[in-house]
């Protein structure tokens, strides 16, 4: 496991500076989850997840619920984090996959973050035709959406989720289960560089005097 003890050691004495900067929770979903993250999870708690999804997790994210902490005060039980804040472990895997998750979950990620409106319209005309049958459906969702981890909700219908296995492993993609708007990766390079640089921007007052609702999309 790839050693982030430098950067647990940054994130969480930041975790407590974005705290005493935004006392009066200005930034959006800090009035839900206060900064607050429960106690951490066990290596025995992340192995069960792993053999029973058939799933290797990113370093990076391991080494977040290992050291940092799982779940809070927040919507959906989810600790500090981006938006509504990060799930607790293991809950809400099936925000994307409608049907057996343990079968797609471990799938190759077929996303990427060039990916344009036109392909994205073709990996989802299949999915809304008028005579599919609920079996295919499922099939080609889990398809789309196979190799992916939901880990925390935006509001409304959209959630950040994680990248599992492939060349985008361990990166951060915004998605849209409403809209079905093509998906919008991070530009940060792993789930650790994406929540430090979450509480880098509360720090500087960037997310408290702009709209904070385009973190963790594309600049620009």
Not at 143 to 153: A, R, T, V
């Amino acid at each position: 496991m790839k050693d982030y003890a430098l950067q647990i050691q940054r994130i969480k004495k930041k975790l407590q500076e974005a705290k005493e900067f935004d006392e009066l929770f200005r930034v959006f979903g800090a009035g839900n989850h206060r900064y607050e993250i429960h106690s951490p999870v066990t290596i025995s708690d992340v192995d069960a997840f792993e053999k029973n999804y058939g799933v290797e997790l990113p370093d990076c994210y391991k080494s977040f619920l290992l050291n940092i902490g799982n779940g809070g005060r927040s919507y959906l039980c989810s600790g500090a984090g981006p938006f509504f804040g990060i799930y607790p472990f293991g809950h809400h895997i099936d925000d994307l996959i409608h049907g057996k998750v343990e079968l797609y979950l471990k799938n190759k990620c077929v996303l990427h973050p060039n990916i344009s409106q036109t392909e994205w319209d073709k990996k989802l005309e299949h999915l809304y035709q008028d005579d599919i049958s609920d079996e295919d459906y499922e099939e080609l969702n889990g398809n789309l959406y196979g190799g992916i981890l939901p880990i925390g909700s935006q509001g409304c219908s959209f959630i950040h989720a994680l990248v599992l296995n492939g060349p985008y492993r361990g990166m951060i993609i915004n998605l849209d289960r409403g809209e079905l708007s093509p998906p919008k990766f991070s530009e940060d390079i792993h789930f650790l560089n994406w929540y430090e640089r979450w509480l880098d921007e509360i720090i500087s007052g960037k997310l408290i005097t702009t709209s904070p609702t385009w973190f963790g999309y594309p600049r620009g």
